[in-house]
């Protein structure tokens, strides 16, 4: 190698690294402004959103099932959430019939990835469903929403809360083919909020994100209504990629702004390290940690043991009972040996289920044994339905968010003797 | 400046790690010039047998005295079946293509690991990760404004004795020399009668060792372990080795903590200019920025030797 | 055995016999858009494979440059049609046509190879390789984290397919076609640098750059060269693909595509375009057609061998105590598998390579080369290029 050429690598070089840092900056600098609005059920939805929708009718031969997407994580980290989603919604169709067709549920792998949920899109169309319950991460609802919307496909997510799924950024408004029977995190992250306030006398909160579009959604509704209600965002923004298990840097950081309340938004697959983390600081080892639906499950108990003892949930879940739940719960507990209230969304699935079958029963017509379905009208039948379901009150807005929650739709939980136990 | 020292003990930990595992990667670039890309997945299956050994005896209901056996004894099994599994690599993909091009037995190693991280993740786990149950105590001590925990020190600590274990096996015994005379010139070694089959197979075990030693400390600090958990740290030590000057070992050992600290306290002092923030995720554009500009300044490495501009 | 110069199998086949075969493969690609869409989407896949492994092959076969950072330009073509034409993208509110994007695309593409190439210049053989995996990570991180134009790890999607005469292509037979184009136009403009003046420099550093250096070539300007033309492919192939799967994250651009693709190019055979082609057939093709509803249906018939791996499994259990679950059900076998696939790709590289050391298809110059046994120039201080 040349001298000069030499000299003009070590150049190159220094230009790229200042690049790097620049692009650093910039990124980063404003990496709070790219929130959306907030839960404006009533805006953007017009006939138009129509238009868009690929809808097709759907004849299915006699004889043969009439067949139900589900996008779900059935595989991978989130597996310990999507399972059991999967069995939920899989029981309302059991010995139901539409005009003596048999429904089948046809499960796709989602992964809870954009990727994945596009994947899961693709596969579900070809395989010829009607409907489909999920996808059940906002990160893969994202990401798939414009194919369902080509396909004609109207999903109904059990689990997909980010503010963004009902009110993309696009100056079409929202996708009429997506509903979710859970609620925005623009309802959870001000419920954490004021708990963190009021119940644990926090004055400044620590936030660490997954950056998915789930992570970073909740992220921002919390820290508005944080803020909002007086309180202070310490430290540096710490978002984190999916399978990061090295969280020592990030505590290091915790440990220096000894924030009242650690806030964590993301799924228990990374949940679990860091808290086990985190509680092996002697510091931090009393500092309330407090959480949102992500990682509010058993695989989160099981890996982090005696570190997740006092850790505080929330769950965009009312409180569940009824009649309609009880049935669901005996069905849930003959299926799985498990409680039903042990699982997350399961009981949301088996409502979005539910709200399929029911509208189908409405608008399939027989045609000599083949059964048409309009899957227009389908859609408006899914809109229109009112049901008091397992998770309670189910009623869409136009903007596909569930309005039919009762008073106080999210619920808090807190791990004691190793068990999520309701705070009243 | 207790936050400093916190960040200085983080980057030592994550070097200590490093440099066990970049010790097996230039030690087999030094008997065979290949890149073992299938390393960072010996460093998994051992941290797998750790794990199976720690919840056999229990899991984290093991208490007292019993801690130290438990981990001595996944410590034990970690390093056998590291061994036995990086044996059989080198038995299956490598030696047939021994005398094949270059690049052959780089996309074989590449293969191994693809197989390997997936056989574990897709064909056993399903794609989910395991937890380490925390066996070690969790007390800190406290040293002025620093407070370690028992487990850093007890990981920095066997590193260190790993590493001079090595050096010492390297340097005295038989194997060692043999070792040594065969990553110098593999056909004078064979003149010489050395085993040449035979010293290559030990330096696969000697690194997988090492390897297996750091999926066990790696679980025990980190805890979550899956099937493409060695591919991070696998090229990162490999990093590690190369800035360090590959076929070198102290080179691997200054290498990985170079790295560590690079990569913990170097995103800290970056963060620390105003306007900055480097979130997390920074840490590995952080690492290989370093290395960059390193082979600029010296193309063979901190230890490497400069005889010949060819790697 | 130095000097017998053994001939691979495919050139002991009558040569007329021979380009009749070449000439029937090279046909059969216009036949496969008849086939269903799952098929042409397979193929699709390969041919833009083979796209990118003939990128790739100016870099590592022709200028001997190992390179483990390829995605970086595959991400840098599908960046640039996703920011400018996906509606969410964050940083621009138009959205351009796919044709304006393309040619901007292969300019971006060569010129971050160019960036990239310039501080590797030095470094030559394993210490490249390593630095430019680095260099991938490095961009994979960025697109993450720089959400203000990329959307971070949340991707951009409907990405518009592009119009040719005013009308959307919306089906996979059109992208087919395109993606043959594309390959038929990197293989005539490969080639031809290949056998012209260029190549041959680019042959002469492979070969020995200090040699190269001192007979007068400008080693700087030819490595460059070769950085930015195989960058370019990439970007070409990035951008193809961009708005044929119209959603792009973060996630479809790691390590692994790089990996496919060197493995591809070496499996096939270094510096042959049939090499290329048999090695995306093998590489892509399999792992894709392990996901396909066919392969299930297959598989739905071997519930006889069911029974006795079971069998092998529960000794298994009983000798170690693990706890190794029953094989599914055979009607599972197809899903499985689709999910089994990298597990499948993993021992496809090493068994062939185990088989077929010089690849499948060596081109001929090559094989020469490699008739001599490497060890001379390990004992040189470490194998060169």
């Keep these: 190698m040349t001298k000069r050429g030499r000299a003009s690598a070590w150049l190159w070089t220094l230009l790229a690294l200042l690049a790097i840092v620049a692009v650093g900056v910039a990124a980063c600098g404003d990496d709070d402004d790219d929130d959306d609005g907030g839960d404006d059920a009533t805006?953007?939805?017009?006939?138009?959103?129509?238009?868009?929708?690929?809808?097709?009718?759907?004849?299915?031969?006699?004889?043969?099932?009439?067949?139900?997407?589900?996008?779900?994580?059935?595989?991978?980290?989130?597996?310990?959430?999507?399972?059991?989603?999967?069995?939920a919604a899989e029981l309302a169709g059991d010995g139901v019939t539409i005009k003596g067709h048999k429904i089948e549920f046809v499960r796709e792998d989602d992964l809870c990835s954009p990727d994945g949920g596009t994947a899961a899109a693709d596969r579900l169309a070809k395989a010829g469903v009607v409907a489909v319950v999920g996808p059940i991460c906002s990160g893969a609802t994202v990401a798939s929403q414009p194919q369902y919307e080509k396909a004609g496909l109207t999903t109904i997510s059990p689990s997909a809360t980010a503010p963004g799924n009902t009110n993309p950024p696009r100056s079409e408004g929202p996708y009429v083919t997506f509903f979710r029977t859970t609620f925005s995190d623009a309802i959870q992250g001000p419920t954490q909020a004021k708990f963190a306030k009021e119940k644990l006398n926090a004055k400044t909160a620590y936030i660490v994100f997954d950056t998915d579009a789930y992570g970073t959604g909740l992220r921002d509704a919390f820290k508005k209504a944080f803020e909002d209600g007086g309180g202070k965002i310490v430290g540096k923004p710490e978002g984190f990629a999916k399978k990061t298990t090295d969280f020592k840097s990030i505590i290091a950081n915790i440990k220096k702004e000894k924030p009242d309340v650690v806030y964590f938004s993301g799924f228990y697959a990374e949940a679990t390290p860091f808290l086990q983390q985190l509680r092996a600081e002697a510091e931090l080892k009393n500092t309330p940690f407090l959480t949102g639906d992500g990682p509010k499950n058993d695989e989160l108990l099981k890996g982090a043991g005696a570190a997740a003892e006092g850790a505080y949930f929330s769950l965009p879940t009312p409180s569940q009972k009824g009649a309609a739940f009880d049935a669901f719960s005996k069905k849930y507990e003959a299926k799985t040996k498990k409680p039903a209230e042990s699982g997350t969304?399961?009981?949301?699935?088996?409502?979005?289920?539910?709200?399929?079958?029911?509208?189908?029963?409405?608008?399939?017509?027989?045609?000599?044994?083949?059964?048409?379905?309009?899957?227009?009208?389908?859609?408006?039948?899914?809109?229109?339905?009112?049901?008091?379901?397992?998770s309670g009150k189910i009623d869409f807005a136009n903007n596909g968010d569930n309005l039919g929650g009762a008073e106080t739709p999210v619920s808090l939980w807190q791990v004691k003797d190793g068990k999520f136990v309701e705070i009243k | 400046m207790s936050f400093w020292l916190d960040q200085l003990v983080n980057g030592l930990t994550t070097g200590s790690i490093y440099a066990l595992i970049a010790l097996g990667y230039t030690m087999v670039y030094g008997v065979l010039q290949l890149i073992n890309f299938a390393h960072g997945e010996v460093f998994m299956l051992g941290s797998f047998a750790g794990f199976g050994v720690i919840v056999a005896a229990g899991g984290a209901d093991v208490s007292g005295p019993m801690v130290a056996l438990v981990i001595l004894l996944a410590l034990v099994a970690a390093g056998a079946a590291s061994a036995a599994s990086a044996t059989a690599i080198e038995r299956l993909a490598y030696r047939p293509l021994r005398n094949a091009p270059r690049l052959a037995p780089l996309i074989s190693a590449i293969g191994v690991s693809v197989f390997l991280s997936h056989l574990v993740d897709d064909g056993f786990l399903n794609g989910e990760g395991r937890y380490y149950p925390q066996v070690f105590p969790a007390d800190t001590i406290e040293i002025g404004a620093l407070t370690i925990s028992y487990l850093q020190v007890f990981l920095m600590a066997s590193s260190v004795a790993m590493m001079l274990g090595l050096s010492y096996f390297i340097r005295?015994?038989?194997?060692?020399?043999?070792?040594?005379?065969?990553?110098?010139?593999?056909?004078?070694a064979s003149l010489m009668g050395i085993d040449v089959n035979r010293a290559i197979v030990a330096t696969f075990i000697i690194g997988a060792i090492m390897a297996g030693f750091a999926g066990v400390l790696y679980g025990l600090f980190y805890s979550t372990i899956r099937g493409s958990m060695g591919f991070l740290p696998g090229i990162k030590a490999f990093t590690a080795a190369v800035l360090g000057g590959i076929g070198s070992i102290p080179g691997a050992v200054v290498g990985g903590y170079c790295l560590g600290l690079t990569e913990t306290v170097g995103r800290e002092l970056?963060?620390?200019?105003?306007?900055?923030?480097?979130?997390?995720?920074?840490?590995?554009?952080?690492?290989?920025?370093?290395?960059?500009?390193?082979?600029?300044?010296?193309p063979t490495g901190i230890f490497g030797e400069r005889v010949s501009k060819r790697a | 055995m130095p000097g017998t110069v053994r001939r691979a199998t495919w050139d002991r086949v009558p040569a007329g016999l021979r380009s009749l075969a070449w000439l029937a493969l090279s046909l059969s690609v216009l036949v496969i858009p008849v086939f269903d869409d799952t098929w042409v989407r397979m193929f699709f896949l390969v041919g833009l494979y083979v796209v990118l492994g003939m990128g790739l092959n100016v870099v590592v076969g022709f200028a001997g440059l190992l390179d483990l950072g390829y995605v970086a330009f595959f991400a840098a073509g599908a960046y640039m049609v996703g920011i400018w034409s996906s509606p969410v993208s964050p940083a621009v509110d138009t959205s351009l046509s796919f044709w304006l994007i393309l040619p901007l695309a292969l300019v971006v593409g060569a010129v971050v190879g160019v960036l990239l190439g310039m501080p590797v210049l030095p470094l030559r053989g394993d210490y490249l390789a390593i630095v430019t995996l680095g260099f991938g990570e490095i961009v994979r991180i960025l697109v993450v984290n720089m959400t203000n134009v990329t959307n971070g790890s949340q991707g951009l999607y409907n990405i518009p397919r592009p119009d040719i005469a005013y009308r959307e292509v919306d089906n996979v037979q059109a992208f087919y076609v395109m993606i043959v184009l594309a390959a038929f136009g990197t293989w005539f403009v490969t080639t031809r640098l290949r056998d012209s003046?260029?190549?041959?420099?680019?042959?002469?550093?492979?070969?020995?750059?200090?040699?190269?250096?001192?007979?007068?070539?400008?080693?700087?300007?030819?490595?460059?060269?070769?950085?930015?033309?195989?960058a370019s492919v990439g970007a070409l192939g990035g951008a193809i693909y961009a708005p044929f799967i119209t959603f792009i994250s973060p996630e479809s651009f790691t390590l692994l595509v790089s990996i496919n693709v060197l493995a591809l190019v070496i499996i096939g055979g270094m510096g042959s375009t049939q090499g290329v082609v048999a090695g995306s057939l093998i590489l892509i093709g399999i792992p894709e057609l392990l996901q396909f509803s066919e392969t299930r249906?297959?598989?739905?018939?071997?519930?006889?061998?069911?029974?006795?791996?079971?069998?092998?499994?529960?000794?298994?259990?009983?000798?170690?105590?693990a706890d190794v679950s029953d094989l599914p059900p055979a009607d599972e076998w197809g899903e499985k598998l689709a999910v089994y696939r990298f597990i499948v790709f993993g021992a496809l590289l090493v068994v062939v390579m185990v088989l077929r050391p010089m690849g499948l298809f060596p081109s001929r110059r090559r094989t020469l080369e490699f008739e001599y046994p490497p060890e001379a120039e390990v004992a040189g201080g470490g194998g060169g290029s």
Excluded: C
């Design chain 1, 43 to 87: 805006k953007g939805f017009s006939e138009a959103g129509y238009k868009l929708a690929g809808f097709k009718e759907v004849t299915i031969d006699s004889g043969a099932a009439v067949k139900i997407g589900i996008s779900s994580a059935l595989s991978g980290d989130v597996k310990g959430l999507g399972e059991p989603i999967a069995i």
């Design chain 1, 345 to 390: 969304y399961v009981a949301e699935s088996f409502d979005a289920a539910t709200v399929i079958v029911k509208a189908l029963e409405k608008v399939a017509t027989d045609d000599g044994g083949k059964l048409k379905i309009d899957l227009k009208k389908l859609n408006e039948a899914i809109r229109d339905t009112v049901l008091d379901g397992a």
């Design chain 2, 172 to 188: 005295s015994t038989r194997t060692g020399k043999s070792i040594r005379a065969v990553s110098e010139n593999r056909e004078n």
């Design chain 2, 270 to 298: 970056l963060n620390e200019i105003p306007g900055v923030n480097l979130p997390n995720e920074w840490r590995d554009v952080i690492a290989f920025g370093l290395l960059v500009v390193i082979l600029i300044f010296r």
């Design chain 3, 197 to 230: 003046r260029i190549g041959r420099a680019w042959e002469a550093i492979r070969e020995d750059e200090d040699v190269a250096g001192a007979m007068g070539i400008n080693t700087t300007k030819y490595k460059l060269m070769a950085f930015a033309i195989g």
């Design chain 3, 297 to 321: 249906d297959a598989l739905e018939q071997m519930g006889w061998a069911r029974d006795g791996l079971n069998g092998a499994i529960h000794a298994f259990n009983t000798v170690t105590t």
